[in-house]
């Protein structure tokens, strides 16, 4: 589905990604972990072509989408559903119409089957009847959950996760976990996901892929990273520290 090669990433004179190799699996969950400040957002940015790579490529579905046109570009990240991290909601839109934006600005649906689509979205997140309310009215988690909603109007393939977790309580942290595995198995969909959470990163990666000084260092199951003996690997799970990964 998404295969990413060679790729290289600089700011200045600040290197973040610095020959980065990734393939990631049809219809399962992806999970990149680092530390703060590692490159995974510039990652997810590289895989949605909002940034281009100094070197290397992006494909999705064997195109090369560094190489697209605008046009073009815009095409294939309709298969893209994103949840940002502050689930990025309007807050002068209700939540119907947060969900139903991309549908009105990139399809010509009919506004009874926008409302359908909305309505279908909205309960597969666990919410139901609140298309009136406004983001203000809603906690965390709701947020979320109408971010996911939104990702989920154009009916992606893709869905790329920055840090869903962030912010919530455990309890509505597990009920986001919960959600994330359910929709992905629910959809079929492909799921990359950017998270800290190390108990979040075992629970709902199919595959784990550890970021560290610009390339994926360890790859794996679950169970395959919990018995890395990478000294990376050791020190981000143990959350000790002492170790390769230094505190600036």
């Keep these: 589905?998404?295969?990413?090669?060679?790729?290289?990433?600089?700011?200045?004179?600040?290197?973040?990604?610095?020959?980065?190799?990734?393939?990631?699996?049809?219809?399962?969950?992806?999970?990149?972990i680092?530390?703060?400040?590692?490159?995974?957002?510039?990652?997810?940015?590289?895989?949605?072509?909002?940034?281009?790579?100094?070197?290397?490529?992006?494909?999705?579905?064997?195109?090369?989408?560094?190489?697209?046109?605008?046009?073009?570009?815009?095409?294939?990240r309709k298969k893209f559903g994103v949840l940002f991290q502050e689930s990025a909601l309007f807050d002068s839109m209700t939540v119907g119409e947060n969900v139903a934006f991309p549908l009105r600005e990139?399809?010509?649906?009919?506004?009874?089957?926008?409302?359908?689509?909305?309505?279908?979205?909205l309960k597969a997140v666990g919410l139901t009847g609140v298309e009136n309310k406004m983001p203000s009215e809603l906690s965390g988690g709701m947020k979320k959950r109408v971010g996911l909603a939104r990702a989920l109007a154009m009916h992606p393939r893709i869905v790329l996760f920055d840090e869903p977790t962030t912010g919530l309580d455990p309890i509505m942290t597990e009920a986001i976990n919960q959600l994330i595995t359910d929709t992905q198995e629910k959809f079929g969909l492909t799921c990359v996901v950017i998270s800290h959470d190390i108990q979040s990163v075992l629970k709902i990666g199919h595959m784990i892929a550890m970021l560290y000084e610009g390339k994926i260092v360890e790859y794996g199951t679950p169970e395959k990273i919990k018995a890395?003996?990478?000294?990376?690997?050791?020190?981000?799970?143990?959350?000790?520290?002492e170790g390769p990964i230094k505190i600036i």
């Design 228 to 241: 890395s003996k990478n000294p990376v690997v050791e020190q981000f799970l143990s959350g000790k520290i």
């Design 34 to 76: 680092g530390k703060s400040g590692g490159g995974k957002s510039v990652l997810l940015k590289h895989i949605i072509g909002l940034l281009k790579p100094d070197q290397g490529h992006v494909m999705i579905d064997d195109i090369n989408i560094t190489n697209l046109n605008e046009k073009d570009l815009n095409e294939t």
């Design 1 to 32: 589905m998404i295969k990413i090669v060679d790729l290289h990433k600089s700011f200045g004179k600040q290197t973040v990604l610095d020959g980065l190799n990734l393939d990631i699996e049809d219809r399962k969950t992806t999970v990149v």
């Design 106 to 121: 990139h399809t010509k649906m009919k506004e009874e089957e926008i409302g359908q689509t909305v309505a279908d979205r």
